[in-house]
């Protein structure tokens, strides 16, 4: 750290928290590797070829790039088929398309893992005024709230399912905005076991961004139906600059296709672009790439116990996302945590994070993020709404060495600044 004037202190605390979560690493490792092998086999299985990576134009017909990035991601999350497209502007937008895919007037939409994501919530209908909200076509919202400590309600999410029978069983993996525990498999095979027999033809639809690579278990093997997610975040490795995915069993993402473009040419037609060789690159990175996030969360974690913060993980905690959620009591040690961050980053290093409105947030929200794709989540990054209990949410780390220091500048700028 000779290039970076941090405290003593805070250079003696991370030796110690190196030494407390060498062995949870050492298993991040077993799961990057795991992962990683799984994703050349689907690779392989798909024969990609130098070829595809040239892209398409207009409608984009026989684009076999597009439809091999398809078979990779369904092999890499044990789908039935998948939709992976640059023209997915963000997760929600990926998860919208899903909802409208798969939900009809009449029909109810049952989360069961509380509020949704902040984000989400106006395409529902829950927050705001917009047009062409799933409220506008008379699609009904309900919801399981959770237990006192955060953690899932399943009698009453059993009582809920077989009481409403619902279109949909939607379940949201990350915490989101929220300090309750994220779901790692054995929680969403609970919750969809629980489904399968309340409720046979629930279709069961898991938010799964944060979530991909992080675990050798992949959701579609435990009993989700489809899933949603982002390749700005663990997905597309770092590399891919925009899109989203859906992937689970064939009919259904054969229906999202369809809203994502038109009824009858769903998955037939769309140009990509010049953006085929990233996808396919942010595709094969991804499982060591969202390894080093899992790293350097857990050693976020591990530092700031040291430092006498809260945390959630804990760093020996298994874990469902790359999401670590640090408690730091107030505003400007919230602030000075995402400065910290920020002059960690090679890209931006120099500008200060302020608190701004953020479109689909109720609150200012703070974010660092000195990225090479804007946004860009599974690389370094710190956010959080300025509001009680003042916790930020740090996610990613491109590799584990960068995400290190960021973590140990952001303990550095709270040190300096005093309380």
């Known amino acids: 750290m000779q290039f970076f004037n941090i405290d003593e202190k805070i250079l003696r605390a991370a030796e110690k928290a190196m030494e407390l979560c060498s062995d949870k690493l050492r298993k991040i490792d077993e799961i990057q590797e795991y992962n990683q092998i799984k994703m050349i086999k689907a690779f392989q299985n798909a024969g990609v070829r130098e070829s595809f990576f040239s892209g398409s134009t207009g409608y984009g017909?026989?684009?076999?790039?597009r439809d091999a990035l398809d078979k990779v991601y369904a092999y890499a999350f044990d789908a039935e088929d998948a939709l992976v497209r640059h023209n997915f502007v963000s997760g929600t937008h990926a998860l919208t398309v899903a909802l409208f895919g798969?939900?009809?007037?009449?029909?109810t939409m049952l989360s069961v893992t509380g509020m949704p994501y902040d984000t989400i919530r106006s395409a529902i209908g829950?927050?705001?005024?917009?047009?062409?909200?799933?409220?506008?076509?008379?699609?009904?919202?309900?919801?399981?709230?959770l237990l006192p400590d955060g953690t899932l309600d399943y009698a009453q999410i059993e009582k809920d399912i077989a009481q409403k029978q619902p279109k949909m069983v939607y379940i949201q993996r990350s915490r989101g905005y929220s300090v309750r525990p994220t779901l790692t498999w054995r929680e969403i095979k609970k919750i969809c076991d629980i489904s399968k027999k309340a409720s046979p033809k629930s279709i069961i639809m898991l938010d799964n961004c944060y979530g991909e690579f992080v675990e050798k278990v992949e959701p579609l093997s435990v009993g989700v139906d489809v899933m949603a997610g982002s390749l700005i975040k663990n997905a597309g490795g770092g590399i891919a600059p925009t899109g989203g995915y859906i992937a689970g069993k064939?009919?259904?993402?054969?229906?999202?296709?369809?809203r994502l473009t038109t009824p009858g040419t769903g998955k037939e037609i769309g140009a990509?672009?010049?953006?085929?060789?990233?996808?396919?690159?942010g595709a094969y990175h991804a499982p060591h790439v969202t390894g080093e996030a899992l790293k350097t969360a857990v050693f976020a974690s591990a530092l700031f116990e040291l430092l006498g913060y809260e945390t959630a993980p804990k760093y020996s905690d298994d874990r469902g996302d790359i999401i670590q959620l640090i408690m730091l009591g107030d505003e400007k040690k919230l602030c000075r945590f995402c400065e910290g961050i920020q002059s960690g980053s090679a890209v931006d290093s120099f500008v200060s994070p302020v608190p701004s409105d953020?479109?689909?947030y109720e609150s200012k929200v703070i974010m660092a993020a000195g990225a090479f794709t804007l946004g860009s989540s599974i690389e370094l990054s710190a956010d959080a709404p300025l509001r009680e209990?003042?916790?930020?949410?740090?996610?990613?780390?491109?590799n584990f060495h960068g995400g290190k220091l960021g973590v140990m500048l952001a303990a550095d700028k709270i040190l300096k600044g005093g309380n």
Do not use: H
């Open 126 to 145: 829950i927050e705001g005024d917009y047009p062409g909200s799933l409220k506008d076509f008379d699609i009904r919202f309900e919801m399981t709230g």
């Open 358 to 360: 953020m479109p689909g």
């Open 250 to 258: 064939k009919e259904l993402v054969e229906a999202c296709a369809y």
């Open 272 to 281: 990509t672009l010049q953006t085929s060789r990233e996808l396919f690159m």
């Open 61 to 65: 017909y026989d684009d076999f790039g």
């Open 389 to 398: 209990p003042y916790a930020v949410w740090m996610q990613g780390g491109l």
């Open 102 to 107: 798969l939900l009809r007037p009449n029909d």
